[in-house]
């Protein structure tokens, strides 16, 4: 296994790691119920601060591995390392997420399926000049 490999899946751990951290300390104040009437607001809000972590962290990514298409692989394998991690986190969710609703709880979910197309798609924007 190269180098580049293990710093993609550091690199996928450490994402995983840093929004699951975030919603561990923070979901209870930037988590609304769905049923809220400012919920779409609030999903924006997190998903724009979503992408625009995620385009630093490709941007990093891509400083210290320059190789052909390293951000598409960060995208491919941050996201199946990330959706692995995070079933084991929506499974104990009830302790993990203690402080939360069930509403709250699907919120995160909602949240976490855009940003996850978010990882696959940001990739792919950076990538686009030398793919066409």
Known sequence: MNNKLWL????SIGVWFFAS???????????LEYTSSRFFLQLTFLELGTAIALCFVMWLYKKLDTTKYAVIKLGICGTAIGLTLDSYILYHSSNLFSQLSSQQIMSFTIWMVIAYA??????FVMERKRLL
Do not use: K, R
């Open 8 to 11: 993609t899946i550091l690199f």
């Open 118 to 123: 978010l990882y696959l798609i940001i990739p």
């Open 21 to 31: 951290a975030f919603f561990i300390i923070f979901g209870s104040s930037v988590l």
